[in-house]
């Protein structure tokens, strides 16, 4: 009998995100075990019981998913998942901490791929605010900008100390360097608008935290991203579809949650199917996730070009006879 494709999904919150078993079942995987209340301390001793038992041909249908809240310990969690393998039981792993790498990753991409269309360059130089900075989304969204790149900005309501401990204690962990910015008050978001190429919204679901007359503030902004789906917009004037629509007030575009959101669904089912079909075990995390979102988003574009080739040939007269 052949060996079904088991994943096994840990995390040290209360229960397991049903968003991401559903992700899992679509990607093919055949029987699925949640594990809450996992620490980083037990990763080690789960993950041994986990490639034990199978051998080494049943590894190759064996996954590890590492979820939670806390994008730091899930990065944790799989390095540790990792260390406490042994040759030849070595099996896939991905994190994916309430969607933060997956949904951090679609939204770099997004901006990026705007930043490329209307101004013919990438993150590199640019700077980067994140709202809602110091949340699992914010600082995975800050590590990738950074490492493509970018000045950036974490931006909390809650003061300065915060955003900069929460810049620092990210920026360690993985060796990027980010800066604080307080947004706790309409004065010190104005000053981090008036200086911002890339605005991004990584706070609750139904705040607005930019409001219409403070977007006048950011003359020199390009790129709106907003993860919020929960009127009100994060960011005045963003809809949830916008995909680089101009935003009202600014010279800038703005990107909407679904837009991200799709591209977010996209990146992680390829990640769940790219461990599930691999003939050799692989390790994904948020570096993984902006790779796929990428060549995701580069599809698109080749998809569009070659749509509109065709219309082109389509239209085009036919040649009269002589």
């Not at 301390?41 to 249908?61: E, M, W």
């Not at 403070?214 to 020199?220: E, I, M, N, S, V």
């Amino acid at each position: 009998m052949e060996r079904p494709y088991i994943l096994h999904m840990f995390t040290p919150g209360r229960q397991m995100s049903p968003f991401d078993i559903n992700m899992a079942a679509d990607a093919g995987y055949q029987i699925i075990v949640p594990y809450s209340d996992v620490g980083i301390d037990a990763i080690g001793g789960l993950t041994q019981d986990t490639i034990f038992s199978r051998g080494p041909k049943g590894v190759a249908r064996t996954g590890i998913f590492i979820g939670g809240r806390d994008a730091l310990l899930a990065a944790d969690m799989l390095e540790r998942s990792k260390a406490s393998m042994v040759k030849p039981f070595i099996v896939s792993l991905m994190a994916d901490p309430s969607g933060a790498y997956t949904t951090a990753a679609a939204l770099l991409a997004c901006v990026e791929a705007a930043l490329q269309h209307h101004h013919r360059h990438g993150l590199a130089g640019q700077r980067v605010v994140i709202l809602g900075g110091t949340g699992p989304v914010g600082r995975i969204a800050g590590v990738i900008a950074a490492g493509a790149g970018a000045e950036v900005f974490l931006s909390s309501r809650n003061g300065i100390d915060l955003a900069e401990a929460a810049a620092l204690e990210t920026g360690k962990r993985f060796g990027v360097t980010l800066h604080g910015l307080s947004g706790g008050d309409p004065a010190a978001l104005r000053a981090s608008l008036a200086r911002a190429d890339v605005l991004l919204a990584c706070t609750a679901a139904g705040v607005q935290v930019v409001s219409a007359e403070a977007l006048r503030f950011a003359t020199r902004l390009k790129v709106a991203a907003d993860v919020n789906a929960v009127p009100p917009a994060g960011i005045a004037g963003v809809g949830v579809m916008d995909d680089g629509v101009a935003l009202a007030g600014t010279a800038a575009v703005g990107i909407g949650a679904l837009a991200v959101g799709n591209v977010k669904y996209q990146t992680q089912h390829r990640m769940l199917l790219r461990m599930q079909q691999a003939e050799k075990a692989v390790m994904l995390s948020f570096a993984e996730a902006f790779a796929v979102a990428r060549e995701f988003l580069a599809e698109k574009l080749a998809e569009k070009a070659a749509e509109k080739l065709a219309e082109k040939l389509v239209e085009k007269p036919a040649d009269k006879p002589s």
